[in-house]
């Protein structure tokens, strides 16, 4: 069994590549193709940020013709709201979407840590309280600062 996870591992790991396509001789600076199973990704390239899995007043169509090539989406906010369950039964965060297109995600950590404080406008003024630690020490167990209600992290799994 154990190998055959490292064989699909490998397989999905090269599905993944990164060509550069030139190179500045003045500096650093490249332009590239990041090859994802999802799409190709023109670098450098802008990168839509849709929280909770949607691009703010913009649908999926509007989304395509306009060209954005890559999506940010926020592990913390999807884990909350609608939750892990919903986006594993909608049969992955594409399906979920409706997006066919390259998806990245971050860890959530930020959020974790800087939502004890209250809201992130609070967290900015620098008014935040500390009301309940989002993180109860040796648990991966977070509460939510939207719902209040406790939520399993998706990496005790790993």
């Given at each position: 069994?154990?190998?055959?996870?490292?064989?699909?591992?490998?397989?999905?790991?090269?599905?993944?590549?990164?060509?550069?396509?030139?190179?500045?001789?003045?500096?650093?600076?490249?332009?590239?193709?990041?090859?994802?199973?999802?799409?190709?990704?023109?670098?450098?390239?802008?990168?839509?940020?849709?929280?909770?899995?949607?691009?703010k007043a913009l649908d999926n169509?509007?989304?395509?013709?306009?060209?954005?090539?890559?999506?940010?989406?926020?592990?913390?906010?999807?884990?909350?709201?609608?939750?892990?369950?919903?986006?594993?039964?909608?049969?992955?965060?594409?399906?979920?979407?409706?997006?066919?297109?390259?998806?990245?995600?971050?860890?959530?950590?930020?959020?974790?840590?800087?939502?004890?404080?209250?809201?992130?406008?609070?967290?900015?003024?620098?008014?935040?309280?500390?009301?309940?630690?989002?993180?109860?020490?040796?648990?991966?167990?977070?509460?939510?600062?939207?719902?209040?209600?406790?939520?399993?992290?998706?990496?005790?799994?790993?």
């Amino acid at each position: 069994m154990e190998i055959i996870k490292q064989e699909k591992k490998q397989n999905d790991q090269q599905k993944f590549k990164f060509k550069i396509v030139h190179q500045s001789t003045k500096s650093k600076a490249r332009v590239g193709i990041i090859s994802t199973p999802h799409g190709n990704i023109l670098t450098p390239a802008f990168v839509a940020v849709g929280t909770t899995g949607t691009i703010k007043a913009l649908d999926n169509k509007i989304v395509e013709e306009i060209g954005i090539q890559l999506m940010f989406a926020n592990t913390y906010h999807l884990l909350i709201q609608p939750g892990t369950q919903t986006i594993k039964n909608a049969g992955g965060i594409h399906k979920f979407i409706g997006r066919n297109r390259p998806i990245i995600t971050d860890s959530g950590g930020f959020q974790i840590f800087s939502l004890a404080y209250g809201s992130v406008a609070q967290e900015l003024k620098s008014k935040g309280q500390k009301n309940h630690p989002h993180i109860i020490k040796f648990t991966q167990i977070r509460v939510s600062c939207m719902s209040n209600k406790e939520t399993c992290s998706p990496y005790q799994n790993r």
